[in-house]
């Protein structure tokens, strides 16, 4: 190679110290020449390397000691340095047309959005699948402890009331993959109000607060198969997994990598901050449905917990268990359409559907179908037979929007069942009165 005929001007840096020197650079006989003032370097191309074409951002060309040269992108620098992969030259030439520009930026936000709806979610859920148990039951305790520091207080629950509750969720949880290593614990918490939560490890935390707020130890039952939905899903270490791998790569990208760090730390944090998905209750509520059916209690207590819920909190109750569970009514409506279900294909169980047992405990005794007539309500009452109580506790139900009369209809089906049962068992004891046996108004002797 002879000496090029103009020479370019570049900046050159020595390495030593950040000063500019303006310099010359040309080639001659196959070696770099670079000349200013008090700079003089000549050396062979062979041991330069040069930063690939970047639309018409400067060249840099590197020395073995360090040493740099910015020029202006020149086409005699294709010449000097023809040695390039095929993929470097490709690129140099698509980035000279806008269309394939545009092409990689709208390929570039496809991969971010396929990667955040979908590649961060598998990968977390890989992740939790294949992480030891101890891992899994060391942050959970971590979590508790980290709760108990905070928001948590002990338990004002009678030992007494503590082992019946945790007798019922032990045959709730019995039967279930790891199913013998699920635990309840009792927690006061005035400042989080009723709430249920599923700790990574199995355990899952119940509030006194939720244990008093409900009439029936059925409805807590649904809370807590939904709760064991989230535990045999393993949503709880999947959903901080998932928030985790979000925040580290906004750092990593922001080049913040230190901050990243801290996010793993604070998992326990992001446990009890973030909300599941919706993709995670739907699992859970459907779990609970089937759980509840397997275990002879209609789907519908779970509508009823909810209903009780929304109905005794107030509207700034931010922490309890109905803020982070989305879609409230639709859920309640949900559990309704799978008791339905449950009570068509058990009709055994029609008696103990919520709406007819809450109705019977807050009145004392069982529904008085009477009161959804109120003909045979005044009947009632002068004969002296009336329940004054339950005839209002009617009332009270269809001035809330309750369906007394569907009550009454349910309450009646159920009482049928019963009946024809009675009267396949004992024939006689169903048989209309003879005339004989009749007195002239026609009622029995």
């Known amino acids: 190679m002879t000496t090029h005929p103009t020479p370019l001007q570049g900046s050159y840096f020595d390495g030593r110290d950040g000063q500019r020197h303006a310099v010359d650079v040309d080639l001659a006989h196959g070696r770099l020449r ?21 639309a018409r951002t400067l060249r840099t060309i590197a020395f073995p000691d360090g040493a ?40 570039c936000l496809g991969a971010l959005v396929a990667g955040y709806l979908w590649g ?4 977390a859920d890989r ?3 294949h992480l030891p148990a101890g891992v899994e039951v060391a942050l959970g305790d971590q979590v508790l402890a980290l709760l108990d520091r905070t928001d948590l207080d002990d338990t004002a629950l009678e030992p007494e009331r503590q082992a019946e509750l945790g007798e019922r969720f032990a045959a709730l949880a019995a039967g279930l993959p790891d199913g013998a290593d699920y635990r309840v614990v009792f927690r006061g918490a005035p400042s989080i109000g009723p709430n249920a939560f599923a700790l990574p490890g199995g355990s899952i935390v119940v509030t006194d607060e939720l244990v008093e707020l409900f009439a029936d130890d059925r409805q807590l039952d649904a809370v807590l198969a939904h709760e064991l939905g989230h535990q045999v899903g393993r949503h709880a270490l999947r959903q901080a997994l998932r928030g985790s791998f979000i925040a580290i790569a906004a750092a990593f990208f922001a ?3 230190s901050s990243a760090s801290a996010v793993v730390v604070a998992v326990p944090t992001v446990l009890l901050q973030n909300r599941y998905s919706r993709q995670f209750e739907d699992e859970a509520d459907r779990f609970a449905y089937a759980h509840l059916a397997g275990h002879a209690l209609s789907p519908s207590w779970l509508g009823a917990a909810l209903r009780q819920l929304d109905a005794d909190l107030p509207d700034d109750a931010s ?7 989305p879609a409230t009514a639709a859920r309640i409506a949900a559990a309704k359409a799978a008791g339905a279900d449950f009570v068509a294909q058990h009709p055994q169980y029609a008696g103990d559907e919520p709406d007819l047992v809450l109705a019977e405990e807050e009145t004392g005794g069982g529904p008085c179908c009477a009161c959804c007539d109120d003909a045979g309500c005044e009947a009632d009452r002068e004969n002296g037979d009336a329940d004054s109580g339950a005839c209002t506790g009617c009332s009270g139900d269809a001035a809330a929007g309750d369906d007394g009369d569907d009550a009454c209809e349910r309450g009646a089906a159920a009482d049928a069942v019963d009946a024809g049962a009675d009267c396949e068992a004992d024939p006689d004891a169903c048989a209309e009165p003879t005339d004989a046996e009749a ?6 002797r």
């Open 68 to 107: 740099r040269l910015q020029l202006p992108d020149a086409a005699c620098l294709a010449i000097w340095f023809p040695h390039r992969n095929r993929l470097e030259a490709l690129v140099d030439r698509l980035e000279r047309y806008y269309q394939a520009v545009a092409l990689a930026i709208v390929v």
């Open 439 to 444: 007195g002239a108004d026609g009622t029995p």
């Open 255 to 257: 080049g913040d990598v």
């Open 34 to 54: 670079v000349r200013g003032d008090r700079i003089e370097r000549d050396e062979p191309l062979d041991a330069l390397t040069i930063t690939p074409r970047l």
């Open 319 to 325: 922490l309890a268990w109905m803020s982070s569970h």
């Open 120 to 123: 961060i979610p598998w990968l």
């Open 127 to 129: 992740i939790a699948t």
